[in-house]
Every structure is written in structure tokens, then in C-alpha cells.
């Protein structure tokens, strides 16, 4: 469904009804832009200015008075003022006692004041009912109509009717309403459009990171040393094949940093016997973004696949089989199939599918709209069995790539290990103790633990949930 | 949660309450499916008839009286009867006064008549309070149960308490009631029904036509010019050959068209010195399928990556690779490596992947599930930012691809152009464009026109949003 | 939004309200857990318990008291006690008289009583309001803040006021209130919480069996087979070849199913003359999981792309290719180029690609938020129409695959046909089948069956919905 309203011209409304008519503070940008989507939807709207016969641009059919003229004219008072003088409003307590009054501002900061800007109005106004609403959309929404992102309005106020009043405001703009609580809520809401994706940053800084250092680390493998060593020129390898190795790298690094705080958490409970202290800050906020680690995790498998799907298409890889071949026929030399070798190419390549395609899964159960569908119990079954699986497959994929390149010096150029000995560490690591922690004596003990128990605690409560 | 009821008898009611009795006027496939449904979930059925004897194939347990007989044994009457007849309640005026009437009535055609059919029905009975609900929902996925599409009931109406009492009944329905306000959104919730993808239309037809003609310009220079001069049956490029350049070529443009709206309006805005004058109505609705045209251009580029990624594995391309090393090896001629084809080779493909993976994310951040969870900053950011970066990317994929042949004659035959010649006019055009927009004068000038100033304005606003 | 209160204190609560009380009987995990959130977010919080003094482990700032003094503090309390403890609270139906009783219970089974807990705990104590909420939530999620399947409370009560009170602390808890209607559905809602995918079982348990099935049957053709006859070791197979076969196989046959049962019903329907007889109880379960069957297809499809892309980096085909070229090159014998070959190998492959586009199409279109947006007839259109198309371009892919190897004997080895035949039967013959249903003569008796008709009955219900 689009607008309840889309054209230009308040419709006609019902005959049973007369216009309701909201009282507007302000004619700045925002004002004017949530007057003119009321006055489209309907309703009846006053502006109230400092200079009332200077305000110009305003929607048609809309009238502005002074801010005392125009607060009389309706129970609902949108404040499109900015905080920095909402004072002056005191000088106007007597006339908005028992209004409604609709907090539609921002900040420039996060937490720029020590309380919300809508709890500093009530506090001013101790006699009105002060509610936040639409600062989470922009003006050149309400103007365009293009509302995409924000069609969402976060709603809060003390008082249920006057929230329920803006409530249905809302609606009848064709925006969806959410209520968030008690004028508690505010501060939040104001901090929410400026946000700009919080629990990403960890998550990308630390990809990012681990993509430049890997990245320069091939580099010295792959391009420094045969220069060195061969005086070949091996530059053309930054655009793909260097990639192909710092992203399948960081993808497997990044699963296994999603299953490691889980394992860090009941090594802690474990130690500490009991579940009900608080972790440590880091290891909180490490397991809230897990799922944005996750996701960058399949960001960068997701390049792997497709950097490998491209390698038949490539000159390189191209030349360098019509050379092989040519090379054999002219010494008319035959290369014998080898079993083992087909056997290792095919299963690494399988396990690394099969990984993906979990990974996938995992992905798209974390859609909001299907992690919204399933419960707690299915939610866990895919993201903590379905992810071990997943990062069994991935390490083995690895594992197997490497095969027994492992133990051959060549490998080794300058003493550094091909990158995926070092994307193995982590994963090895990580599945060794969570090995050690399903073994049955341990998983009992960290069960009880989860259940409630406590290490010192005599107490019994079975009869309680 | 699957529905609340899926038995086929009702299930026992609470003994603490009386089961609550609802009226269906009209005994026609939607009103027995409804009142069967209602029946499974608790209600007592009464249908109201013109012929109470002559109805059969009703739910078991429901009793069917003349129209004005089972009115009275409820406060909600459910109106399943075609507006062509509602005329005829009229005769009921007395009995429905006060009472509910939902109107679950659909048309056959947008905008069929020139007041929506629920305020018509309330014009028809003043005394009566309407309620549009229902008429999202079929008659076979209320039997059925299977609600996949549209568990969505869109309810609206002017008393509120009416309304609520018909969500709960569609709540106790296991579907999920949309309040949309008052009856004014009517007429909207009874066109919604009867769309069938409005805003894909022009997408769609753009990048048919588009399509077609690239399909057959290719088809000239590919298949028909080497038959003319060569006799060589190339038809069997109709399959990928053809596709995989007509898709790329769709998939640039459409994406380029996604942001040249943009780019008008800002040139609009800067001309006219005001934001505050509406676009002409061709741009407005150009903007607002910007979302549409830029998913069926991620679908043209899906499809062009899964046509190259089959390349190696078509029977043409192994049987010309085996053909060149064999005519190598028969002159016994061996070709050296050309590190700069090499970079190209590795470079547009690698330009190529990013700028499908950055394409990828924006297709999964219009999602509606995501794009709720995201606040305008961050939607802003990824639409416009990333979506430039994207755009940046498949040019340039597409310019390394061209590489050195934009100069060589031999690509132009019959003096037409590859077709990847034509997928650049419109994003360089672009790029170039936006690259003078983004230049600190002007970005000056147009953010300012932007935040509401305008050119012949001196008033002073700076206190208001 | 993340929750609206993080912190570990409660946040000082607006003063111009009281803390709100809320009694919490019970002092297991749960009850701790969801005391600690309340008093995070600001609720006066009093635990009710058989043992005060020996209680510990709660939330600073709560207060322990027996139940009776407890349950004096506040009108709301959580009954969080195992439901075979309930009877005791019979002891305190004077206390609790008028009281808001929130029964948070969970059971181990599905359907382990035959009334719900909450409605067993309504006729405990008539006097009271009983509302069911919160157990969708784990102990763990409350306290670890980490809620990304469950921020969803399904909440369920007779009394309305009653169950908006509970809806108001939901939404203060940062958790998305879900209204389920009266108390009937607390049943629903309390198996909620232990189902683990039941509409996934049916398709999963298929196409594991089908996958068993055909892995053994391509094992005997393709491993066994040339072992017995030409001692040929060809294990490697196991790992990407014969997958490659199964996959498409059991993705077909999958497809095919989800079509398969509307077809049925069409026959049953018209065999019938009526709309309005049940379908049989396994046809009913078939309809209501195709969903489900095609999801599974499209993983399948989707591991068979995969599969199929990464056939020219295997050592084997890069080995076979290498030593066809070196055959030819020793024999000096050139390869002509096929056109029908080209046709035939690029057309099957281009048919693929179009039918897992569609595919893909139709899984994006089923995901919750996306089926959300559209309406019935479109959701129609897509999964029917569309539906159709991208069934019969796989069909055509399989059959353009096949060849003209159908007739060749060598392909039946054992007299076994190829697994593509197999794969075949379904859709064929489902396509024949719909063929003839879509047929003018049939087509318009099954629609008016459809709109309602019924084959002996004479009613004109014309004006009826």
C-alpha cells in the first residue's frame, strides 16, 4: 500500500467529519513540509510564527498567526522549533495547558544533552502532554513522498491518549506508527537518526584491517619475491589473484570470530561458576555484533565464489593451459591421471560449496523479516548447529586445499606461510575447544550453570521456572 | 504462528464467555467462506438471505433469517453483497441504526466509481458505523487457509471503537489487521486488491523495449554481418553469445537511469532557485520507480553474470581453445605472454565483480524487512553513496572491457558500434554531470536550496526546523 | 531501534510518574531474569516466594516476600512457577481477586495437557484476569540483551485492559508486543516455542530419501558399472559428478511436486462437481507445505548452478581436455565445429540459466516481508504464472540435456536410464496433465466450480459476493 494520500489537494473529507485542525510552531523547512503533507491528508493547519505577515512559502489553505493565536486553535501543537529556543515557549504556559505537544526535533550529536529534547519541554511545560514523533522522518520525505527508508514513526509520551492522538496522525499520513513507550524512550529517539550503523563499525574495521595487512602479505609472496628471485613480473596478480587469497582468508577468520565469544563466554561461566555476573564490556559488545561479523564473514565468501568462479574465463589461467599443452605435445610427453589428485581437487571444491551454501542460509535466516518467523528453538538450531557445521565445512575446505602443501619448504617463501595457514589458526583453535567443551562431563556442568545453578548456591528451586 | 484456528469445528469456547455472534448479509461464495472461517474460530454465525430457505451449502451450524431477522441478533453485520445492491438496506434503516457494517466489498475496476464503495454504504446509512475490512483477502485462502500473500486485513473507518472491535475479530482469525485510519482510506484499500505491480510497469517495459532492440542490433552485427561477408552460420550465438551482451547493456543503462532523475532535479532545483515548486509529473513518477528500475537492472546483471560465468563450459568456447593449441602446436609456433593483457583481462573482471557484489547490496538494502531497520542517514548513505560507487564500477568494468577496440575500425561493422559503446553514452553522461553537481560552488548553492532557502527569499528562519 | 534500555541501573524515571510495581512469583531463572530486565528498565520489581529469606541471586533492588504480601504490592503479577505447582495459587484467590495474573509458562511437549496453561490457570482462579505473554523469550535473551529471533511476545487474555497493560511493559521492555487475540489461542501460542520447523519436515524427510535414492542409483550407473566392466577406479566421482546428477534430479522432482497437488485438486474438483467437500487430510498437508517443497528446490537448483559452474577448475576435466587436444595433436587430426552441437549445448544451458532466474525470482517473492508488500492477485500471478514458466524452461533444460542420448542403448547400463530420465517423469506428465486443464472446455467449468457453483444446485446467487 502506498499514501492513504498522494495528491496534491486536501480530499474531500467525509461529510460526518469536520477538518481536524493541528497547530504547527515554526515555518522552517521541516514545519512547512509536515504542514503541507497535513493539509494534503485533510487536515486543517495553523502555523504560529514570531512574524506571522512575514512567513511566506507555506502550503496553500494554511494560515499563520502568532504563536499564542495559533496554539488556540487546536489541542495538538507540533513544535518544529529547535531546542535552543523552546524557553520562549514558557511565556506561552497558560495557553497550552492540557495541550498535546508533538517534540519533532533533532539533535546534531549523539547524547548532545544530558536529557532529550522532548523530556526538556515537558519539563518546561510542566502542564502539557509532551510526545515524540517524527523526527525519524526527513522533510524531503514528507515532500516527495518517496518514504522508502522511513516509514517508520517512533512514537513515545507519558500519556496514552495524547500518544493515541498522534497515533492516528501518523496513520493518516500513510506512515506506520510504533509505539515505543513512556517519554523515557525519547532519548533514544533522538539519538536513532543519527546513527549510522553502529553495530557495523567493529565489524568492517576489523575486515578492513585484516584485508590491508593480508593483502600486503601476499603481496610480498606473490609479487616481491619472485620479482626478487626471478625478476618476473608478476603485478597483473593484484587485481584477482591476490584478492582470491586475502578474501577467502578474512571470510573464515571472521566465522570463526562469531563462534569465539560464545566459546570465551562459557569458558568464563565455567571458571566463575555461575552465569549471573556480568562479562567483561569487550566480550559484550563482541557477542552483540556477531551477526554483523557474520554478514561481512559472506560479504567476502561471497566475493571468494565468484573470484573463483571467474578463473577459467582469465587470460592467465587460459595461457597458461594452452602452454602446458603445447609444452607436452611438442615433447610428446603424456601426463597420467592420478586418482588422488582428482579425489582432493573435487573434494575441497565440493566441501567449499557446501560450506557457502550454509553460509547462505545462515545469512538469510538473519533477514528480519524470517528471523522474525521462526522461534527461539529454530533460531538456535540454525545459527549455533547449522553455523558449526558451516565452519567445519569451511575449515575442512581449507584443510584439504592445503592438503600437503603443509609440510613442503617451497611453500615457505622468506619464512612466511601461505595465507591459509594463517586463516587456519583461529578455526583449528577455536573447533579444539569447543571439542572440549561438548564432551559430556563439561556440557553438564555448563548446562547446569545455564540453567540457573550456581556453584555455592544450596538453594533448590525447582518449583519455579 | 499459523493461524489461531485450523480445525475444521469450532473449538470450544471459554466457558467464561458467551460465543459471540456475528452477521453475514449475502450467502454468495465470499460470505459462507467467511462465515466458515468464522465459525472454526468460536463466532455464531447468522446469515441474513432474501431467500433464508432456499440457501443451502452454508457452514454447519449456522442459522440463515431474512435480512432483517438477523440483523437483529447482532451488533456486526458483514455486508458480502455487491454495491449494485446496497441500495436495498435502505429498506433496513432502522434495524442497522448503530450497528456495525463491514464492508468487504471489491470492484472489478480501479477507480470504478467516484466514492469508494464503504462511503457510499455509509452515505446510504448515516445512522450505521462502517468498517472497510476483508476485502484484501480471498474467498479461497479463507476455505484453503493457505494465506501466504495476504494475511494483511486492511481495516479503516471513522469510529474507532467500531474499528477495533472488527480487528479483533480479524485478529481472532489468525490474520493480521492494518489499521489505515479513517474511511477516506477507503477507496485506496479497495483499489489495492485489483493492482498488479503498478510500479514495475514502466521498469518492465523500458527494459523490454530496451531488450528488443539491443537483441536485434546485435543480431545485425553478429550473426547477419558475418553471414553477408563471411557465409559463417553464426545463428547459434542467438542462445548466450547475444544475451550476454544485450543484458550487460540493459542492466548499465537501467542504472544509469536510476540516478539521472537525481541528477535532472538537482539541475531543476538550481535553475528555479526554489525547492519548493513541484517537478514536472513525469520526473516525480521517474523518481519514485527509481527502486524498481534499479531491481530489474540487478536482475539483467545477475543474469549477465551467470551467462559468462558458463562460458568455459560451452561446447563453442572449449572447441575454439582446443583449435588455437592445436594450430600452435602443428606450426610448432609458441605464444608469449602479455602481462598487459593479463591486467585488462584480471581488471574488468575484477571491476566487474565488485560492482555486481556492491549491486548485490543494494538490491538486499531495498528489501522491505532491511530497509525498516535502517534509519534515513543510513539509507541515504547506502542508496546514494554506495549506489554512485557502484555505478562508477560497472563503468569502468565496462570501459576496461571495450579497452583499445573503441578505436580499432574492425569492431565498427556497417559503421555500428559494439554494443557496449551504446551502454556508456547514458552513465558517462551521468558521471560527468553529477562530478560538475558535487563541485563545492555548486554543492554550495544546491544544499542551501535544499534546506529551504530560496533565491528571492529574505526572510530569516533560522529559529525553525 | 535497539532496546530502549541497555543500561545495567535503572534509568531515573521521568518525575513526574511513579516507579510502576510488578510482582513476580517465582524466583527460578526465569523469574530472575525477567525481574533483573524489569528493574532495568525502570519497574518497581517484588518477588513472591515460598522461602523469602532464603532466596538470593536476584536483581539488586528487588524485594523478596512470601507470596500473599507480594502479590499485595502490585495488580500485575508474573506467574513464573511450573504449571504442576499452579494449585497452590488457590490458596491466594482472595488476594488475588481482580488481579493481572501473566502466565509465562512453557510445557516440554507439544499438546502435553488438553487446555493450555493459561486457560488451566484461568479456571483456577475465575477471579482473576489471565493473560499469556513471554514465553516466547529466553531467561538467556533477557539478560543477555541478545534478542534477534525473539524480540516478539505473542500475548494472549480475555481482558482487554488487562492484556494492554501487559503490552505496555512488553513494549517498555523493548520486545514487540504481538496481540493474538483471547485466550484460546494461548494454546498456539504456548507449542509455539517448541516446534522446530514442522512445515519443513515433510520436504526435507523427501528429498533426503530422494537424495539417498538417486546417489546409490547414479553410484551403481556411473562407479560400479565401469569398475565391473572396465576395472576403471572411478571413486572421484563421489564427490562432484554424481551430486551434479542428483541435485538437478531431486530439484526437478521437487518443483514438479510443488504444481503437482493444485492439479490434483483441479481433478478432484471437478470430479466432485463442488468446491465445498474437504480434500483428503494428505492433500490438505501437501497444499499447505508447497512453500516449503520449493524452498528446498531452490537450494537444490542453487547447489546444482554452484556444481555446474566450478566444472572447468576440476583436475579431471582440465586432464581430459588437456588430453583430447594432445590426442588430436599426435594424430594430427582436426575437430570440425559442430553448429548443432553449438545449439544444442548452448541452449540447454541458456535454458537453465532462465529457469533458475525465475526460480530465484520465486523464492524472493516468498520471503515474509516481500509477500508482505504484494497483493493477492499479484502474489498469484507470480507463483502460478510464474510459476509454470520457470517449470517448463527446467523441464525443457533437462529434456534439450538429454538429446538424443534418450535412444541411445549405451546410455542404459543395466537397463538403467540416466537419472535425467527419471527426473523427467514428474514433470511431464504433470505439465500434460495442466495442459489439458487449461483447456477452454475445462478451464471454464473449473472456474465456475471455483467461483462457487456446484454441479446440482439450481440457486442464483447473483447478487452475492
Keep these: 500500500m502506498e499514501d492513504t494520500c498522494t495528491d496534491e489537494f486536501p480530499l474531500t473529507m467525509n461529510s460526518s467529519e469536520k477538518e481536524e485542525a493541528v497547530c504547527v510552531f515554526g515555518t522552517g523547512d521541516f514545519g512547512r513540509s509536515l504542514g503541507f503533507k497535513?493539509?494534503?491528508?485533510?487536515?486543517?493547519?495553523?502555523?504560529?510564527?514570531?512574524?506571522?505577515?512575514?512567513s511566506s512559502l507555506l502550503p496553500s489553505g494554511a494560515e499563520v498567526l502568532s504563536y499564542s493565536e495559533a496554539a488556540q486553535k487546536s489541542d495538538i501543537i507540533i513544535v518544529a522549533i529547535h531546542r535552543e529556543h523552546y524557553d520562549f515557549l514558557t511565556e506561552l504556559t497558560k495557553v497550552?495547558?492540557?495541550?498535546?505537544?508533538?517534540?519533532?526535533?533533532?539533535n546534531l550529536k549523539v547524547n548532545?544533552?544530558?536529557?532529550?529534547?522532548?523530556?526538556?519541554?515537558?519539563?518546561?511545560?510542566?502542564?502539557?502532554?509532551?510526545?515524540?514523533?517524527?523526527?525519524?522522518?526527513?522533510?524531503?520525505?514528507?515532500?516527495?513522498?518517496?518514504?522508502?527508508?522511513?516509514?517508520?514513526?517512533?512514537?513515545?509520551?507519558?500519556?496514552?491518549?495524547?500518544?493515541?492522538?498522534?497515533?492516528?496522525?501518523?496513520?493518516?499520513?500513510g506512515l506506520t506508527p510504533l509505539d515505543q513507550g513512556s517519554l523515557m524512550a525519547a532519548k533514544e529517539i533522538e539519538n536513532y537518526p543519527l546513527q549510522l550503523f553502529p553495530m557495523w563499525r567493529f565489524p568492517i574495521y576489523l575486515s578492513a584491517a585484516l584485508c590491508i595487512?593480508?593483502?600486503?602479505?601476499?603481496?610480498?609472496?606473490?609479487?616481491?619475491?619472485?620479482?626478487?628471485?626471478?625478476?618476473?613480473?608478476?603485478?597483473?596478480?593484484?587485481?584477482?589473484?591476490?584478492?582470491?587469497?586475502?578474501?577467502?582468508?578474512?571470510?573464515l577468520i571472521l566465522l570463526a570470530l562469531v563462534y569465539l565469544p560464545g566459546v570465551l563466554a562459557a569458558i568464563l561461566q565455567l571458571y566463575r561458576g555461575t552465569k549471573y555476573r556480568r562479562f567483561p564490556a569487550w566480550l559484550d559488545h563482541w557477542m552483540l555484533c556477531r551477526k554483523q561479523l557474520g554478514l561481512v564473514a559472506l560479504g567476502f565468501a561471497f566475493l571468494h565464489v565468484l573470484y573463483t568462479l571467474v578463473?577459467?574465463?582469465?587470460?592467465?589461467?587460459?595461457?597458461?593451459?594452452?602452454?602446458?599443452?603445447l609444452t607436452q605435445a611438442m615433447t610428446n610427453k603424456d601426463s597420467s591421471f592420478s586418482t588422488s589428485t582428482a579425489w582432493r581437487s573435487d573434494s575441497y571444491v565440493a566441501l567449499g560449496i557446501l560450506g557457502f551454501f550454509l553460509f547462505l542460509l545462515l545469512?538469510?535466516?538473519?533477514?528480519?523479516?524470517?528471523?522474525?518467523?521462526?522461534?527461539?528453538?529454530?533460531?538456535?538450531?540454525v545459527q549455533s548447529k547449522l553455523g558449526y557445521v558451516t565452519l567445519i565445512l569451511c575449515t575442512a575446505h581449507t584443510l584439504v586445499y592445503g592438503g600437503q602443501r603443509f609440510l613442503s619448504p617451497s611453500s615457505y617463501r622468506w619464512y612466511l606461510p601461505p595465507a591459509y595457514v594463517l586463516a587456519l589458526i583461529i578455526p583449528?583453535?577455536?573447533?579444539?575447544?569447543?571439542?572440549?567443551?561438548?564432551?559430556?562431563?563439561?556440557?553438564?556442568?555448563?548446562?547446569r550453570i545455564r540453567q540457573g545453578w550456581e556453584r555455592k548456591s544450596a538453594l533448590n528451586r525447582k518449583t519455579d521456572i
Tied chains: 1, 2, 3.
Design 363 to 381: 545469512g538469510i535466516t538473519s533477514l528480519p523479516s524470517v528471523s522474525n518467523t521462526v522461534n527461539w528453538r529454530e533460531f538456535r538450531f
Design 96 to 106: 497550552l495547558k492540557g495541550k498535546i505537544l508533538v517534540d519533532v526535533s533533532n
Design 38 to 54: 497535513m493539509r494534503q491528508c485533510g487536515y486543517s493547519v495553523v502555523f504560529g510564527s514570531r512574524n506571522p505577515q512575514m
Design 213 to 251: 595487512f593480508l593483502f600486503f602479505y601476499c603481496v610480498i609472496r606473490d609479487v616481491i619475491y619472485p620479482y626478487v628471485y626471478g625478476k618476473k613480473n608478476e603485478t597483473f596478480r593484484l587485481a584477482i589473484s591476490i584478492p582470491n587469497r586475502v578474501f577467502p582468508t578474512v571470510a
Design 311 to 325: 578463473i577459467p574465463i582469465r587470460y592467465f589461467v587460459r595461457w597458461k593451459l594452452k602452454n602446458i599443452t
Design 428 to 447: 583449528c583453535t577455536l573447533l579444539v575447544i569447543k571439542f572440549v567443551l561438548i564432551m559430556p562431563c563439561i556440557d553438564k556442568a555448563l548446562t
Design 112 to 173: 548532545q544533552y544530558p536529557e532529550s529534547n522532548a523530556e526538556y519541554l515537558a519539563q518546561l511545560l510542566p502542564g502539557t502532554h509532551v510526545v515524540k514523533a517524527f523526527n525519524t522522518i526527513s522533510a524531503w520525505a514528507l515532500q516527495s513522498g518517496a518514504l522508502d527508508a522511513s516509514r517508520q514513526v517512533l512514537v513515545c509520551g507519558n500519556d496514552s491518549k495524547a500518544k493515541q492522538r498522534v497515533i492516528n496522525i501518523v496513520r493518516t499520513l
